[in-house]
T-cell receptor, first 115, second 116 residues
Framework: NAGVTQTPKFQVLKTGQSMTLQCAQD?????MSWYRQDPGMGLRLIHY???????DQGEVPNGYNVSRSTTEDFPLRLLSAAPSQTSVYFC??????????????FGSGTQLSVL | AQTVTQSQPEMSVQEAETVTLSCTYD???????LFWYKQPPSRQMILVIR??????QNATENRFSVNFQKAAKSFSLKISDSQLGDAAMYFC?????????????FGQGTRLTINP
């Protein structure tokens, strides 16, 4: 199994450009989420999904859109990139939500720079 | 709102020695889970150890153990016999059963350096 696959691994954008960070998982997980990692701030939840067609906002959703049309894919869209969105982005998935032993599977991250 | 605080941005230890990374959290919940994740330079997020709040016994995984002090809201990670491969960023994280596995709250991270 490939697990959680994120593309691209690196990206440089100019202010105002748009782009989509791709995330796909092949484990038939219902739950998926996006985090951003910034120095000194750890990882913060941007958006999450509890199943196809269902998404909700996390801690820092402004400037990002998501949709979940299939169980496998959970793309993150930046409509008009800003320098404040320079960060490393992680996608994660899990089979279920509640149990203490439920493991969160992370992708390898996308490093985004907005100039 | 729940918060997780790691007050040590950087730590270093001699190879083969023991190091303890600190983590405190703030919550009004009585049932929750705590985690330590390791992030090596590859950026991969690796679950090191988990602790359930209702369990009094401290979790251990080989050379990794925690000191869970529920009343003090403290969750420190002890790494024994440190190895060069332990060098990484370490993140403390928290969630409640109602928040779900995909909604973790992370601390700021501690960068651990192992000196040979």
């Amino acid at each position: 199994n490939a697990g959680v696959t994120q593309t691209p691994k690196f990206q440089v954008l100019k202010t105002g450009q748009s782009m989509t960070l791709q995330c796909a998982q092949d484990m038939n997980h219902e739950y998926m989420s996006w985090y951003r990692q910034d120095p000194g701030m750890g990882l913060r939840l941007i958006h999450y999904s509890v199943g196809a067609g269902i998404t909700d906002q996390g801690e820092v959703p402004n400037g990002y859109n998501v949709s979940r049309s299939t169980t496998e894919d959970f793309p993150l869209r930046l409509l008009s990139a800003a320098p404040s969105q320079t960060s490393v982005y992680f996608c994660a998935s899990s089979y279920s939500s509640r149990g203490p032993n439920e493991k969160l599977f992370f992708g390898s991250g996308t490093q985004l720079s907005v100039l | 709102a729940q918060t997780v605080t790691q007050s040590q941005p950087e730590m270093s230890v001699q190879e083969a020695e023991t190091v303890t990374l600190s983590c405190t959290y703030d919550t009004s919940e009585s049932d929750y889970y705590l985690f330590w994740y390791k992030q090596p330079p590859s950026r991969q997020m690796i679950l090191v150890i988990r602790q359930e709040a209702y369990k009094q016994q401290n979790a251990t995984e080989n050379r990794f153990s925690v000191n869970f002090q529920k009343a003090a809201k403290s969750f420190s990670l002890k790494i024994s016999d440190s190895q060069l491969g332990d060098a990484a960023m370490y993140f403390c994280a928290y969630r409640t059963p109602s928040r779900g596995a995909q909604k973790l709250v992370f601390g700021q991270g501690t960068r651990l350096t192992i000196n040979p």
